[in-house]
T-cell receptor
Framework: DQQVKQNSPSLSVQEGRISILNCDYT??????FLWYKKYPAEGPTFLIS?????DKNEDGRFTVFLNKSAKHLSLHIVPSQPGDSAVYFC??????????FGTGTRLTVIP | DTGVSQNPRHKITKRGQNVTFRCDPI?????LYWYRQTLGQGPEFLTY????????KSRLLSDRFSAERPKGSFSTLEIQRTEQGDSAMYLC????????????FGPGTRLTVT
């Protein structure tokens, strides 16, 4: 069963606008949430994380929001740049050492 | 280059053969993870080491799979009697004890079983 879900397989955004990537989860035991970015022929690259005790974490152009009551996570990228075009994976940790990943959303930023 | 490295990057093998992959983690990272990724899916956890001790194994890791990290540095993942269903990208990641959830991934080894 998929405990972390990314229901949008793809997203296209104009350069300079906001990109919003969404993620839903089912396991209330998850204590950390992360976003990874993946370029073709490379492994996932860690982007940003958030603890379950927080509702927002910001790092430059990237902000992650956590809504625990809705079991929903989102990543905002502002402003979007063509170099942000990649596949973005949401991941969550169930208080243990492994990560559960979503299926990814392919972001295309159009110049 | 101080990132996670994996070798080989690509491996094509015939069904029934054994294969072995190697992962070299970031040098100061004491935790090492193996994941498998198939087309259209996110990475799926296989196993985890803290130093040389293998502390966790997923039920995805069948008896044909074995992983080692003999000196707490590099790790190997062996698949015996490969099957076509083993075709996937095998990813290695490492992390520190202080931030185990921030895992840094290598480029992966793509296995094709014919």
């Amino acid at each position: 069963d998929q405990q972390v879900k990314q229901n949008s397989p793809s997203l296209s955004v104009q350069e300079g606008r906001i990109s919003i990537l969404n993620c839903d989860y089912t396991n209330s035991m998850f204590d950390y949430f992360l976003w990874y970015k993946k370029y073709p022929a490379e492994g996932p690259t860690f982007l940003i994380s958030i603890s379950s005790i927080k509702d927002k974490n910001e790092d430059g152009r990237f902000t992650v929001f956590l809504n625990k009551s809705a079991k929903h996570l989102s990543l905002h990228i502002v402003p979007s740049q063509p170099g942000d075009s990649a596949v973005y994976f949401c991941a969550a940790r169930p208080g243990a050492n492994n990560l559960f990943f979503g299926t990814g959303t392919r972001l295309t930023v159009i110049p | 280059d101080t990132g996670v490295s994996q070798n080989p990057r690509h491996k094509i093998t015939k069904r029934g053969q054994n294969v072995t992959f190697r992962c070299d983690p970031i040098s100061e990272h004491n935790r090492l993870y193996w994941y498998r990724q198939t087309l259209g899916q996110g990475p799926e956890f296989l196993t985890y080491f803290q130093n040389e001790a293998q502390l966790e194994k997923s039920r995805l890791l069948s008896d044909r799979f074995s992983a080692e990290r003999p000196k707490g540095s590099f790790s190997t993942l062996e698949i015996q009697r490969t099957e076509q269903g083993d075709s996937a990208m095998y990813l290695c990641a490492s992390s520190t004890r202080n931030k185990p959830f921030e895992q840094y991934f290598g480029p992966g080894t793509r296995l094709t079983v014919t």
